[in-house]
């Protein structure tokens, strides 16, 4: 029965997040610390660890209900049609790729900064959007902010420019660097299993005009 990577990765993210809500010093040995994964060679998990933990129940029912409204069609319906027989190893590429891309930035960044913390899919989220929106670009979506459902091509270039600026400017506590690389990741990624993706978006783009 396809659709069940969807629900574990939720299970387990959920499962995860709750113990870390609960255990600090769980949640400090497996947040992502660019300058304890820098000092110390065998921290490198955090690197993955940190994407199933998250800063409060609200953050993760956010992350997760995003990453189930795109995840299960991708993966019950369009990954089985385009790679019929690798559709899950695919699927499973694209979410862990998505969480490893993603912290790269940060990495490099905050490497000699032994105060940056971070948690949290968005990088994995956002690289599962953005392998739905190559693919169905003209896809209409919806969002409580949002007044009217707009293209998911609109959607995207919004989410990039938005995360790009503000990731400039840092001057939250959100991942802005992450959501951006996450996104190009997934994009480039499914491009990449199948190229023909690429002109096929863009004709479904200017088909709206």
């Not at 994964?37 to 690197?47: F, G, S």
Request: hydrophobic fraction near 50%; aromatic fraction near 22%.
């Amino acid at each position: 029965m396809q659709g069940y990577l969807t629900y574990i990765i939720i299970a387990i993210t959920c499962i995860i997040s709750f113990i870390g809500f609960s255990d600090r010093r769980f949640f400090d040995k497996y947040l992502f610390s660019p300058y304890s994964v820098h000092i110390h060679k065998n921290e490198w998990y955090r690197v993955f660890t940190h994407a199933f933990l998250h800063a409060d129940t609200m953050h993760l029912l956010f992350n997760m209900l995003s990453f189930y409204f795109f995840a299960l069609s991708l993966e019950q319906d369009i990954y089985p049609a385009l790679f019929p027989k690798h559709a899950q190893f695919y699927f499973i590429i694209l979410y862990a790729g998505g969480i490893m891309v993603s912290s790269f930035p940060a990495f490099e960044k905050h490497k000699n900064n032994p105060v940056y913390r971070s948690v949290g899919a968005s990088g994995a989220v956002s690289a599962v959007i953005f392998s739905f929106i190559l693919i169905s670009p003209n896809a209409s979506l919806g969002f409580m902010f949002i007044p009217i459902p707009i293209p998911a091509s609109v959607f995207g270039i919004l989410y990039l420019v938005y995360s790009w600026y503000m990731g400039k400017r840092g001057r939250d506590n959100i991942g802005h660097d992450a959501h951006l690389w996450g996104g190009i990741f997934g994009f480039v990624f499914t491009f990449c299993l199948k190229p023909a993706l690429l002109p096929a978006f863009f004709h479904q783009i200017m088909s709206l005009f």
